[in-house]
């Protein structure tokens, strides 16, 4: 697969600023790839995001979007770029209508070239009833499905999305990601989001890049990731009291590491969860009812995300 983006050495460090926002980050993504890019606030995904769609200067290193610099943009990188930015950059004064037109004028098409692509997303993202409203009157979540529009009016090669569902009811989230599958199934189109929801990144994103304090501390498929800590965890629910030492010591004997331990519940994670959960079994044996229920579950990415940005 060719490259979509390429940074190397990349470092962006603000006017003023004590440290580095970006700090020496090296990465490629190939094209169609859904990317979720992951980190604590304040982490640089943002910044990433800004430097990818070439809105901000690099203080050194570089950046390549299919091969082009976005920032001088002499190749007319931009052209195969779209944006969802975090905070709204639409006129408020203007009607939804008027603010789509200044986005297709922007990409240098004229409203009769993009009119019927835009009736399309406009039905999709349910706006009919709102293209004559002052967008100022507009709620977070209608101003959120405006922008998504303005971004698309032309189809881009890259969609960068930064923290696209923030405001979006279930509806509007499930016709964002529906959308964004199709782009990318039909045009091959390469995703790169940020997002604090990590179901949404596990659900729609191959890899994950994990930033923290501006630098790459993960690059990996998200499976990769949550497998790293642990794959399973198993939570035993007891009917009554138990000591804390002998579920410890089972644990031991077991290798998995205690998660969670009160005096009714266990929550472990390991390889061998089997031989831990058959070993408690047959500690109760002679004592029915003991144990109230045994529940297993993948560790999710949230969960991989907290152990890895602490650990980090
Ligand atoms: N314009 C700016 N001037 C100075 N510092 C900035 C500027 N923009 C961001 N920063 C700093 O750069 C660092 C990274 O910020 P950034 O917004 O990229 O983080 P983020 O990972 O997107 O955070 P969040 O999850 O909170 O949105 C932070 O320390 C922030 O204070």
Redesign the pocket.
Known sequence: MPEAVAVSQLV?R????A?N??DDISATLEEGQSVG?L????????????LLCGVTRPTSGTVRVFGGDPFTDASGTKRSLAVVH?SSPMDMMLSVRDNIKIAVAFRGLTWRQARGRVTELVDEFNLGSCMDKVAFTLSGGQQRRVQIVRSLVVAPRLFLL??PSIGLDPTGRRRLWDHLGRLRAEHGVTLVL?S?NMDEIEQNCSQVIV?KE?RIIRNAPHGDITAEFGGTSAVVTFAEEVGPDELREIAGTHGVALKSLDRIRIEVIGDDLEGFVSTLLKYWAGRAGAIRSIAFSCVSLEEAFIRLTERA
């Not at 603000?14 to 600023?17: E, L, M, Q, S, V």
């Not at 604590?40 to 990433?48: D, E, F, M, R, Y």
């Open positions: 962006k603000y006017r003023g600023a440290g926002s970006i890019l980190g604590p606030n304040g982490a640089g995904k943002t910044t990433l995001v800004k975090q930064d923290e940020t604090h930033l501006g």
